[in-house]
C-alpha cells in the first residue's frame, strides 16, 4: 500500500509582527480615520516573520515520520497548521482519512471535574463521540491507573497521575492519521516507555504519523523516515537514520544570533564602573553559536567597559541548568590580575567539551568588587544547548541522567586469577 | 470511509460551515455541561445560587424603582415586582450570555491554541447554559402569577417569538463580544460597561411610556428596549410595543447575520493573535 495520505504544497505561513490586525483598538480606529481621509498608511511599520517557506512533502499511508529541527525552526508551525490551528498563507494541503492532532495532552482538562468527567471531556475535544468513548471507557482507566480515583477532582491528582489520565484518553484516539507533538517528554520514564510502546503500536497499526520530537532516541525508535526543518524550510527529508545524522551534522555549522548578546554603551548593563556590552558563545572556529555539540568545547566571551581604573574587580560566571540550579560557578579572580584599566576590556574562557548532558544551559553573569560593592547584578543573559554526538558508529542510544555527562576514561586492569584457581598446597 | 480534508488560506468570510458545526455538536454538549457543572461545584448551596440571583435583583429593582420611585406599571395593572420580573425575563438571557460569551473564548485559549474544532462552539455552549437563567425567571412569573391570581392575557401566544427574538440578540450580542474581545481586549471592560448602562436604559422596571415623548426614539435605539416590552407585553397584556420597537427587530436580524460573518473573519486568525 503506497496511498498518499497527506500531501503538502508550497505551504507558507507569514506572521506580521506589529500588525494591522492584531492592533489595539486606538490602532484601528486611527488606521480607519486615516483610511477615511486617504490618508497613506505606509507609516504603519509591519515586521514580517515567514515561520514556513515553501513547504513540500508526501506522506504515504502507514509512514512514521519525524519532524525534526532546533527551536524555531518551524516545527511547531507546521502542526499548527497541519492541526488547522492556524491558517497558512499560502499553499495546500490535502489530507486522506480522520486525522487527529496531538499537540498537548489534556487540553481543555478541567481541574474541578472529576477523573471520569475529563475523559468525556477531553475524548469530545480530541474528536471522539460520546459512544467512542463510552466504549473505550474502561481500557482508557486501565491505562492509565487511576481507577481509585476517577471520582475525584483532577485538581487533587498528583501532577504524575493527571498526565497519565491524559495521556491515556489520547492513546485511545483512532484516526486513520495521528499528528504528535513531542507529548511523550511527560510524565516519568516508567510511563513513558508505556507511552511509547502505545504509539509503536498506533505506528504498527498501518496508521500514519507525524512526530515532532527533540528526543532523537524516540525519533529513531519510532520513526521510518525523517523531515528535517530549518528557518521554516525543508531542508532534508530521507531514511530516519540519514535525518537524524544530517540534523546533528548541521549543528555545528549553525549561525544563529542568539548564542550572542550586545547592548550599545548608553543601554549597556550595569550601573556603577562597569558596563557590560556583550556575552557571546562562539565554537572552536570563532563563530557565534547557540547550540553545540557535546564534543566541541565552547568559547564564552564577555566584553565590557570600564568607565574609571577599578581594583580588585571580578566577573562571576555561572552555568545554570534549565531549571535554574547552579551547575558550577566560575570567577575571574582565580587567575587574571586584579587591577582593572579603564576602557574596554573582553575576557573569555573555554567551557569544556564532553563534559555537558544533552540539554539547555544558562549563563549568568555577576560582577563586583569584593567586600566593597556590587558592579553588575546577577543575571541570566545566554541560554545554550548541548546536543550530544559521540561521532558516527558510537552515537548514544539513549540519553544519559544527570546535568553533566563528562566522557570518562575507564581502565581495567588484570590483577591475578588466585580467588578463582585452586589453591596450590 | 474515506474523510478528505483540504487545508488551505480561506480568505472568504461569507462562507460558514454549518455541516461541519453539527458535526461537533457532542463537544458543544460536553463544553455545556461542563460550564453547567464548574459553575455550581464546590459551591455550599449549588444550584441554589442561580434562582437566588435572580431574586434578589428583581427584589431591589422592584424597591427602587416601584417603592421607591413609584414609576407605575403602565397600563397592566399588576403588581410591580410581577412587572419587574416579566421585564427581566426579556433581559436576563441578553445579560447573561454577553457577560459570559465575552471572554469565553480567551478564557478557552488553551483549547483554542492546541487543537482544532469550529470556534462558535464555544460562545454556543454559553448560550445554552443561559437558558438557565431565562428558565428561572419563567418560573418565577409563573410562580408569581399564580401568588397574585393573574391570568396570562391572550397575547401570550407571542411570547415564543418574542422570546426568539430575546435568544437571537442574545446570541447576536455574545457572539460579536467573543469575537471582539479577542481582537480588542477593550471590549473586556466595554461589556461590563454596556451591561451595566444598558439595565437602566431598558424599560426593565419601568414602562417605556414612562419615557418622555421627545427621548422615545433615542430610546428605541437600545434593540433591547423593544425585545423587554414584547416579552412583557405577551405575557402581561397592556399596551403592544411601540413601532419604533420592530425597526430594532430589523437591526437585531441584521446583526445577528453579521456576528457570524464576523466571528467566521476573526477564527481564521484567533489562534495567531490570542
Known amino acids: 500500500m503506497s496511498k498518499t495520505t497527506i500531501k503538502v504544497e508550497n505551504i507558507s505561513k507569514k506572521y506580521t509582527l506589529g500588525m494591522i490586525g492584531s492592533g489595539s483598538l486606538r490602532e484601528s480606529i486611527s488606521l480607519g480615520a486615516s483610511k477615511l481621509f486617504g490618508k497613506k498608511t505606509e507609516e504603519i511599520s509591519q515586521k514580517e516573520f515567514w515561520a514556513l517557506r515553501d513547504i513540500n512533502f508526501e506522506v504515504k499511508q502507514g509512514e512514521v515520520v519525524g519532524i525534526i529541527g532546533k527551536n524555531g525552526a518551524g516545527k511547531s508551525t507546521l502542526l499548527k497548521v497541519l492541526s488547522r490551528i492556524t491558517q497558512p498563507t499560502t499553499g495546500q494541503i490535502t489530507i486522506d482519512g480522520r486525522i487527529a492532532s496531538l499537540l498537548e495532552v489534556g487540553t481543555g482538562f478541567h481541574p474541578e471535574l472529576s477523573g471520569r468527567e475529563n475523559i468525556f471531556l477531553n475524548g469530545a475535544i480530541l474528536g471522539m463521540d460520546r459512544k467512542e468513548i463510552k466504549s473505550k471507557f474502561d481500557e482508557i482507566v486501565e491505562f492509565s491507573g487511576v481507577e481509585k480515583f476517577l471520582d475525584t477532582p483532577v485538581k487533587r491528582y498528583s501532577s504524575g497521575m493527571y498526565v497519565r489520565l491524559a495521556f491515556a484518553v489520547a492513546a485511545h484516539l483512532e484516526p486513520e492519521i495521528l499528528v504528535i507533538d513531542e507529548v511523550l517528554s511527560v510524565g516519568d520514564a516508567e510511563f513513558q516507555k508505556k507511552c511509547l510502546g502505545k504509539m509503536n503500536d498506533v505506528a504498527k497499526g498501518g496508521r500514519t504519523v507525524l512526530f515532532v520530537s527533540h528526543n532523537m532516541a524516540a525519533v529513531r525508535d519510532l520513526c521510518s523516515s525523517g523531515i528535517v526543518l530549518n528557518h521554516g524550510e525543508v531542508v532534508f527529508s530521507g531514511k530516519t537514520e540519514d535525518s537524524i545524522n544530517y540534523y546533528l551534522e548541521s549543528l555545528n555549522e549553525d549561525i544563529s544570533t542568539t548564542g550572542e548578546i550586545e547592548w550599545p554603551i548608553e543601554k549597556a548593563k550595569g550601573k556603577e564602573e562597569m558596563r557590560l556590552l556583550a556575552v557571546r558563545l562562539k565554537n572552536e572556529e570563532g563563530k557565534v553559536q547557540s547550540v553545540f555539540r557535546s564534543d566541541k568545547k565552547i568559547k564564552l566571551e564577555i566584553e565590557y567597559l570600564l568607565v574609571k581604573d577599578i581594583g580588585e574587580m571580578r566577573i562571576n560566571v555561572q552555568i545554570r541548568t534549565k531549571d535554574g540550579s547552579i551547575l558550577f560557578a566560575t570567577s575571574t579572580h582565580d587567575i587574571e590580575p586584579k587591577d582593572k584599566l579603564a576602557g574596554r576590556h573582553i575576557c573569555h574562557t573555554w567551557l569544556p567539551a564532553n563534559f555537558f548532558n544533552q540539554s539547555n544551559y544558562k549563563v549568568a553573569i555577576q560582577a563586583g568588587i569584593p567586600q566593597v560593592k556590587q558592579l553588575l547584578k546577577i543575571d541570566n543573559y545566554l541560554d545554550f544547548s548541548i546536543e550530544h554526538y559521540l561521532g558516527t558508529g558510537s552515537r548514544l542510544n539513549k540519553l544519559l541522567p544527570g546535568y553533566t555527562a563528562p566522557v570518562m576514561n575507564w581502565e581495567t586492569k588484570y590483577i591475578n586469577n588466585d580467588a578463582i584457581s585452586p589453591h596450590k598446597e | ?274
Request: charged share 10%; hydrophobic share 50%; net charge positive.
Open chain 2, 1 to 274: 470511509m474515506s474523510v478528505k480534508t483540504i487545508i488551505k488560506p480561506s480568505k472568504n468570510p461569507f462562507k460558514i460551515n454549518f455541516k461541519e458545526l453539527w458535526q461537533y455538536r457532542d463537544l458543544l454538549w460536553t463544553l455545556t455541561y461542563r460550564d453547567f457543572r464548574v459553575k455550581y461545584a464546590q459551591t455550599a448551596i449549588g444550584f441554589t445560587w442561580a434562582i437566588i440571583n435572580p431574586v434578589f435583583t428583581i427584589l431591589i429593582l422592584s424597591f427602587v424603582f416601584g417603592t421607591i420611585a413609584k414609576v407605575g406599571t403602565g397600563d397592566t395593572g399588576v403588581p410591580h415586582l410581577l412587572y419587574t420580573t416579566a421585564g427581566l425575563c426579556g433581559w436576563t438571557y441578553f445579560a447573561t450570555l454577553l457577560g459570559q460569551a465575552g471572554n469565553s473564548i480567551i478564557g478557552a485559549q488553551g483549547m483554542v491554541k492546541k487543537i482544532y474544532f469550529p470556534r462558535l462552539v464555544i460562545p454556543l455552549s454559553k448560550a445554552i447554559t443561559a437558558f438557565i437563567d431565562l428558565g428561572i425567571t419563567l418560573l418565577i412569573i409563573a410562580g408569581l402569577m399564580i401568588f397574585y391570581g393573574i391570568a396570562p392575557k391572550a397575547s401570550i401566544m407571542f411570547l415564543p417569538l418574542f422570546l426568539l427574538i430575546a435568544i437571537i440578540t442574545g446570541l447576536a450580542g455574545g457572539i460579536w463580544m467573543s469575537a471582539l474581545t479577542i481582537r480588542y481586549r477593550d471590549f473586556q471592560h466595554i461589556t461590563p460597561l454596556l451591561l451595566r448602562v444598558g439595565m437602566y436604559a431598558t424599560p426593565i422596571a419601568f414602562p417605556a411610556s414612562a419615557v418622555p415623548e421627545s427621548y422615545r426614539m433615542f430610546f428605541y435605539l437600545n434593540p433591547m428596549a423593544g425585545v423587554v416590552e414584547g416579552v412583557r407585553w405577551s405575557i402581561l397584556g397592556g399596551t403592544p410595543p411601540d413601532s419604533y420597537a420592530y425597526i430594532s427587530f430589523g437591526i437585531i436580524i441584521i446583526f445577528f447575520i453579521l456576528s457570524l460573518f464576523y466571528f467566521n473573519k476573526v477564527e481564521k486568525i484567533m489562534a495567531d493573535i490570542l
